[in-house]
């Protein structure tokens, strides 16, 4: 047949909407999305076929077009932000939405979503309630600090605070704390829209409690700001003033000093390796003002958290910008449940997902490596399989140097390229996020649940099926 030919013998749209194949789409998707599907795959194979020149009757077969009307109605029926399973070792994965909530928090959105709720009212009065109290006596509760607010992340809480505090004032930073945060949070750049001039000190690699007083002037200087590095370190021959320094400072030249902590760690993790400062540390240099994220290492949604003295927090709630940076009922819902967590330290540790994964032991880690590497085994011969030591990250601006000992599953085939693997496993109807390295598929025990586990191992035995089967056809 030629080209014309075959161009002609494209099946219609009607003829089309017959096939049994459809029919399990007909209840749960409108007619409209079906012809919709159609269309667009017969108009695909149109061009395809307009542009190739030879080979071209094996392209017309029908059980391809409909394979690709079926994989297009998949795809129309999916939701675009989906549930995804990261086997990429890093707790944290900004891409991957962060941190993952608690059972607790999941529960509180729910109820608090699918209901009217107590959020701007008081049941004892009978009144108008503030939507900050019901995470404000927490904070203040777990952290010890006077007063707390919570915005929409902690850029907006470096914004609000650098506003309230500082507008049209200098705020002094040392030169190696000018951070950049992915996704277009730069220091220099909020302090400029906050209207906060900024005052570099010191140099890249030295800043001393020193070089901040001296950029002390009485009119001009309204806070002094540390930023936590939180996603680099200098190291080498550097100094920077701790703290305690800067309090002090603060103290004798009578302003506030305000710290970006980034991670908002309430649980010191140094022995399992995670080097990061604690926020209750932090409050117990009498520092004035803390910022934090909600969904770094505090494991809850994505936030902005203010703590510190109560005359700076209660100027930023009556700010203008706090009604434009302010949460919504589902954030101050998983925010509060979180915070809750934390009443019971150690079962934080144990009900927070962020905790939880950064503190799994090696043991912990081989022993589910070795459990599902016998299922797959059990299941399949498709796979090359070694439980290999791997070396972690927290991730998501968080403890940059910390690396973490772990194991993953290092995967191959005889029969297929691990890029393959990857990418099928990715094209799973719950994609599942791996890494490649040196042809390896890798699956990282540490941030899979048991659950997962299960997935996983049946997405890989599909996955061997379907190969082994195309094999066997060609
Ligand atoms: C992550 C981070 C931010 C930005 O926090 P978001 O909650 O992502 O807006 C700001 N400052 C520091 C030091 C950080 O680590």
Redesign the pocket.
Known sequence: MNKQELLRKLPKVDEVLKDQRLFVFMGETSRDVIVEAIREAISSLRTKLLNEEENISHITNYDDLMDNIIALLVEKNQKSLRRTINATGVTLHTNLGRAKLSKSACESVMDIASSFSTLEYDVKKGARGSRHDHVEKLIIKITGAEAAMVVN????A?MLCLSSMAFGKEVIVSRGEL?E?GGS?RIPEIMEQSGAILREVGTTNKTKAQDYKRAVNIEATGALLK??T??YRIVGFTEEASLEELVALGREVSLPVIY????GLMINLEKYGVEEPTVIDALKTGIDVILF????LLGGP?G?IIAGKKKYIDAMKKHPLARILRVDKMTLAAMEATFREYLDMEKAIKEIPVLEMLTRTSEELYNNGLAMKEAITEKTAFYNIAITEVEERVGG?SAPTSVLRGYALAIDSISIAAEKIERALRSYKIPIITRIYKNKVYIDMRTITQEERLIIIEALKEISEKYSMEKKNA
């Open positions: 992340n902690n850029a907006a470096t951070v945060i949070f930023v936590h939180s996603n970006d902590m980034g991670s994220s909600g969904d770094k994505q902005g601006g």
